[in-house]
């Protein structure tokens, strides 16, 4: 991520040995034997995934897109960022471009890093970009075959009781939109 | 969750085949073949996690107690809130206490649920409620075996910064301090 605090030599796991149980589409799981810095020797399981993009789309009015669709891992519909996975070979800022248009049929002037994070650092090596994209003007949407994909529209206010009902229930999008209200003075003092 | 805003009666999968293809400590891993409301059909790789726990607990002060630890699947040291899982019938409030007091040694007086949040809801089950913790007084940390745990308090100021330039990069610990920033009007005005 080359944006850590951990001065440079820090202790790293030794891996005493290693085995794959599942190599798939989306994701791989291994189970590893380390000796962790501190001398803790431990079995970790650790799902291995490619990366994600998300992206927090920005009209000019300040309006944000957000897309509804459902997810079988939790069994209900899910208000996110439009996202996606890295392909092979491309770059965060080219995935997010994608995943824009093709979720929601926005192609942006203007593309700003918010943050990277992980998602799930105790099992699982998924890293998060957060985009937000400004500029937006519309072309036609392509979903993937396997997406049913609603998209709304929102005010910032709208978006802030949604998250205070609860009703903004998945980490990266929560993330973006506090960082969104962060930075907005107006939305703040409400 | 019992806050979500999809409709009651809304539809739901269906689940033509299931096979677990791992189970272990911390997760499971199962491959599913699926038809999806709007007629998707595919097979779903779902690691299943029994939910987790974070806490940020706030001095009288003001100021916020993180903990730095070493996380083999990303294989850096990461600054985080104090978590875990859920034990077997445990309440998320008792295991926000329980980790609360094995992780940094503190006891809260008070214990407000922030969230409750989908970490990555397109592959994995995970549910993460986010507690503020107040009233701090301290006991004996006891970290776990293969847990090697430096706690760190920092203002609120000081936590911002480190958002600012991408030190604080794990998901939960960033929709917690942005839910701090957002609540504490000094905060947000710098």
Redesign the interface.
């Known amino acids: 991520?080359g944006?850590?605090?951990?001065p440079r030599g820090?202790?790293?796991?030794r891996v005493l040995a290693t085995r794959r149980?599942?190599e798939?589409?989306?994701?791989s799981?291994d189970?590893?034997e380390?000796e962790?810095?501190?001398d803790?020797?431990?079995?970790?399981?650790?799902?291995r995934?490619r990366g994600?993009v998300a992206v927090l789309p920005v009209h000019d009015d300040g309006r944000l897109v957000l897309v509804r669709q459902?997810?079988?891992?939790?069994?209900?519909?899910?208000?996110?960022l439009p996202?996606g996975r890295l392909d092979a070979g491309e770059s965060a800022e080219e995935a997010a471009r994608r995943e824009l248009e093709e979720e929601v049929g926005l192609r942006p002037r203007r593309l700003e890093p918010l943050?990277?994070?992980?998602?799930?650092?105790?099992?699982?090596?998924?890293?998060?970009h957060l985009f937000r994209a400004t500029g937006l003007r519309g072309v036609a949407a392509r979903p993937e075959?396997?997406?049913?994909i609603e998209a709304g529209t929102f005010t910032l206010a709208r978006a802030r009781g949604?998250?205070r009902?609860?009703?903004?229930?998945?980490?990266?999008t929560?993330?973006a939109l506090?960082?969104e209200?962060?930075r907005r003075p107006s939305a703040?003092r409400r």
């Open positions: 991520m944006r850590g605090t951990e820090a202790p790293r796991a149980v599942y798939g589409k989306v994701l799981l189970v590893d380390v962790e810095p501190g803790v020797r431990a079995e970790r399981e650790v799902v995934h994600s459902y997810r079988y891992p939790v069994d209900a519909l899910v208000w996110e996202a943050t990277v994070f992980y998602t799930t650092p105790g099992f699982c090596d998924e890293t998060m075959a396997d997406e049913r949604m998250i009902r609860g009703e903004i229930r998945e980490g990266k929560l993330v506090l960082m209200i962060a703040r």
